[in-house]
């Protein structure tokens, strides 16, 4: 009993901003974004300190607020010539856009879902142009529609390079997932896609797609996208938060395809069938199969079970 007291009152002396775990949690997801410039301390402590504990309206008000003030400098900054600083601004507004919409969707037809989703999806669009040809938007071919992705580059020598594919989980969104990979990624010299699956911002708020379990459904077009293209040389996905169940293992005919996962979650069993889109309630549990040794990615798979390689 007494370790456990010991643990609860560290854990709560570790939490910032906020008393409730719920919005400290989301604080402190978006704070990191500081480090690649999506964020910045004093804007998020002040705006931190204007919203009532536990209260979504109070959390949408006060980060739409800072957002829209943010977006509003970028918007004269560009206007002006100050294109680095208008850059900046608009990768703010779009975290902060996005954090405001965070907790509206209890309410699923609230109209604040979409306008939000939408401001930070432009912000993040306009700072991508501005970045360059190096932060390049990309649709990916998925069903008869289009995922929405960003490709970004080392540099644009065309030179061939790995290349990292990433997405999110539950809660994520494409314009995030910069902060969370992409930049590491990019600095330490690989190419990186980056995109929003079923149940994941655009395609579940514009599109209506939902989750569904055997992902590789998802992933397999993902990984061709990169592979058609002559700048990469070898290729690697990577997935966070719920995408670590369901991200399976890829082969591809240009590079082998490995999936990076958390520890104690292993890579999927191929579905023999296409199935349905499903709803997240999915019984994703019985395609789990044990995590193979890092060494040799394919142990514990059975050759019947692993993915058909991607040919192009």
């Not at 301390?41 to 204007?50: D, F, R, Y």
């Not at 992409?182 to 149940?199: E, I, K, Q, S, W």
């Not at 290729?235 to 958390?262: E, G, N, V």
């Amino acid at each position: 009993m007494k370790a456990s007291a010991a643990k609860y009152k560290l854990e709560g002396k570790m939490k910032v901003a906020f008393k409730d775990d719920s919005f400290a949690f989301e604080f402190v997801r978006n704070l990191g974004f500081t480090y690649y410039g999506g964020a910045d301390l004093g804007e998020m402590m002040a705006t931190a300190g204007k919203i009532k504990e536990g209260d979504f309206e109070s959390w949408f008000t006060e980060w739409d607020k800072v957002g829209r003030r943010v977006l509003s400098r970028a918007d004269a900054g560009l206007a002006a010539g100050h294109l680095e600083s208008a850059r900046e601004g608009y990768l703010r507004a779009s975290t902060y856009f996005r954090t405001a919409e965070f907790y509206l969707h209890g309410n699923p037809a609230d109209p604040r879902i979409l306008s939000e989703s939408r401001a930070s999806q432009k912000a993040y669009a306009e700072a991508a142009r501005l970045a360059g040809p190096t932060w390049e938007p990309v649709q990916i071919p998925y069903e008869g529609t289009t995922l929405p992705g960003y490709f970004y580059k080392v540099d644009n020598s065309g030179k061939p390079r790995p290349t990292l594919i990433f997405h999110g989980g539950f809660d994520s969104s494409v314009e995030e997932l910069f902060f969370f990979g992409g930049a590491a990624a990019v600095r330490r010299g690989y190419n990186c896609l980056t995109f929003d699956g079923p149940g994941q911002g655009a395609p579940m708020r514009e599109q209506k797609l939902l989750f569904r379990y055997d992902w590789e459904a998802v992933e397999t077009p993902a990984v061709r996208f990169p592979c058609k293209l002559p700048t990469i040389t070898g290729a690697c996905a990577a997935s966070a938060s719920s995408k670590s169940c369901t991200s399976p293992s890829t082969s591809t005919s240009k590079s082998t395809f490995w999936r990076l996962s958390t520890p104690n979650l292993g890579p999927f069993r191929q579905p023999r069938k296409r199935t349905p889109n499903l709803p997240w309630k999915a019984p994703v549990n019985r395609f789990r199969l044990p995590l193979a040794p890092a060494s040799n990615p394919s142990a514990g798979i059975s050759a019947a079970s692993r993915p058909e390689p991607i040919t192009h």
